[in-house]
């Protein structure tokens, strides 16, 4: 190859570079000012899916565009191919040792060298090809994935209704007590001065003495809570839902000190205290509150007096003049709604919890585990233990209490349907690429060791039937457990690839070959979303086995000259 052959080499190569180049950006801007204009309709749209789709359009226009040169480039390599000769492959290698020996004997084995090197590179060409058609079937699942997130947020807008309707999470707040501290403070106030004299202010300051009130939060000692929690079915379209109701019974007391313990200067009023208890949700509570305090019962009022401490609660005033120094018990009943999470904050200063249920899936949530726990298949009961010293806020709080810390503090259970579906079916999407390269590879397999060959086209139609399966298994597992709606969306897709193959191979044993390959496939699949914590580990493994079967199964391929049963069929009756 001389000089002037490498410089138009290049030069064709700047070309088709920059021509590639300017049809994707003006598809790719054509289809910004499409989507700008109808934003509203489409919704948003990522930037890589929309890479993705310009690079599809562009592959199609510069097909369509270049389709006559494509077609000039087929009819030459066939002419190249015509001018081969048929003889068996060992023609080859005889024709080695005798090409010195006659002229066309020379003339012979130079067509058959030419025949190689077109098989070689035809073979090239058709793994690359593959290669970009396993890509390209990455567009339609994305738009899976969108798939998959809208129906996620369809769920959860259900959810979001049922439980706005019944109660949503709920978080229980113990008896918290709300005491007015009296301060007296100086002040300068202004007198005005009668007939001031020429020059003087009209005004002159007096000491005066003012009181204020602020509040005092006290905390109690001890605080038990002891619950059982009763799900609940409850059903939004074709959705199913686990909702709770909680019977809780909340004991403690509380211990009030010496005035001079909680303030130096001011005065607390005891007989104008407030007790408050905080729900996150008032909607859910089912029954009125009363509350027994030492020998009193007293009844709870909607709402609080201020929100230092809880952002909604019930409250009641209540005496406590002459209780300081001694222990006040109180214990009160609590009939709840609610769905997803049951937490209990720590606000005695030695709180202890035990719930229990029917459900046997229970989730731990919030800052503390459990100290002791039991499941079974008829439910479960857990038990928390708090100390005052493993949280971040007071007993008493006489300054803006932390009620962030608060929030952060509490524990519980969340009792829901473990539903992962949508999670697992996501996680299969990931898995596209490497379902549709190793499902070409068997055909490509097939292809290189029946010696028949497969179109594009039907390449293309097998990955389809892949991206399928994955819109099969989402629209059946909502009607069904995954399990099911897996072995029936995969064994549908099996089947439909497996009668596929017949038709093309014409092969009982070679479409055996493919159904058991896709029935491991999915098999492996499967285990790798049930195994979430292990699937690296299957994976490697996995791909480790394909590879080395792969291998195997062409040790004897010439892959420099794959010959197809049906190539020389075709090339005699086009010349004929």
Request: proline share 3%; aromatic share 14%; charged share 25%.
């Amino acid at each position: 190859m001389n000089v002037s052959s490498v410089m138009n080499l290049l030069k064709k190569i700047i070309i088709v570079f920059f021509s590639v180049i300017s049809s994707f950006m003006t598809i790719f801007f054509l289809l910004f000012l499409i989507y700008a204009f109808l934003d509203n309709k489409i919704g948003y749209i990522s930037c890589e899916k929309f890479i993705g789709f310009s690079i599809f359009i562009t592959v199609i226009f510069l097909f369509f565009r270049y389709k006559k040169n494509i077609q000039k480039i087929i009819k030459n390599n066939k002419w190249r191919f015509r001018m081969s000769f048929t003889e068996n492959e060992n023609f080859t290698e005889n024709s080695k040792s005798a090409k010195n020996e006659n002229p066309d004997t020379q003339l012979r084995y130079d067509m058959s060298r030419t025949k190689i090197r077109y098989r070689t590179d035809q073979t090239i060409v058709k793994v690359f090809l593959i290669i970009i058609l396993a890509v390209l079937l990455l567009i339609p699942g994305s738009f899976i994935k969108n798939m998959v997130h809208e129906r996620t947020f369809t769920r959860f807008n259900a959810f979001n209704e049922v439980s706005g309707q019944w109660g949503k999470d709920q978080t229980v707040n113990g008896p918290v007590l709300y005491v007015p501290v009296e301060y007296e403070r100086t002040v300068h106030k202004k007198v005005p001065v009668e007939n001031p004299k020429e020059g003087e202010k009209d005004y002159k300051l007096v000491e005066d003495k003012e009181t204020y009130i602020e509040y005092m939060h006290i905390l109690p000692e001890k605080i038990n809570v002891e619950g059982r929690l009763y799900p609940e079915i409850r059903y939004k379209s074709i959705y199913k839902f686990l909702l709770y109701r909680a019977d809780l019974k909340v004991n403690g007391e509380f211990f009030l000190k010496a005035d001079k313990e909680y303030t130096k200067s001011g005065k607390i009023i005891w007989e104008k205290a407030v007790m408050e208890v905080g729900f996150s949700d008032m909607k859910s509570i089912n029954e009125i509150v009363k509350i027994r305090v030492s020998e009193d019962i007293l009844l709870f009022d909607k709402g609080l007096n201020n929100n230092d401490f809880y952002d909604h609660g019930l409250s009641c005033e209540i005496d406590l003049k002459e209780k300081q120094g001694i222990q006040i018990p109180f214990s009160y009943d609590l009939n709840l709604n609610g769905s997803g999470d049951l937490h209990v904050t720590p606000i005695g200063k030695d709180t202890s919890v035990k719930l229990s249920s029917e459900n046997p899936d229970p989730n731990f949530t919030g800052n503390f585990l459990p100290v002791k726990r039991k499941i079974e298949d008829s439910g479960f009961t857990a038990e928390w233990n708090v100390m005052h010293l493993n949280r971040d806020y007071p007993q008493v709080c006489l300054e803006e209490f932390p009620k962030n810390k608060l929030k952060a503090s509490a524990f519980g259970v969340r009792i829901m349907i473990p539903v992962d579906d949508y999670r697992k079916i996501s996680r299969a999407v990931k898995y596209l690429l490497m379902f549709v390269s190793l499902t070409f590879l068997v055909f490509f397999i097939t292809e290189a060791v029946t010696k028949k060959k497969i179109h594009p086209m039907q390449y293309i139609l097998a990955g389809m039937a892949i991206v399928v399966f994955f819109i099969l298994l989402l629209s059946i597992s909502e009607h069904m457990c995954f399990i099911n709606a897996y072995l029936i969306s995969s064994g549908a897709t099996i089947i439909m690839i497996a009668m596929y193959s017949y038709t093309m191979l014409k092969s009982g044993k070679f479409t055996a070959v493919i159904t058991s390959a896709l029935t491991v496939l999915y098999t492996f699949l499967l285990i790798l979303l049930q195994n979430q914590d292990y699937s690296l580990l299957f994976g490697s493994i996995g791909l480790f086995i394909a590879l080395a079967l792969t291998m195997y199964a062409t040790r004897n391929v010439n892959w420099y000259n794959i010959k197809y049963s049906n190539e020389n069929e075709k090339i005699q009756n086009e010349d004929n």
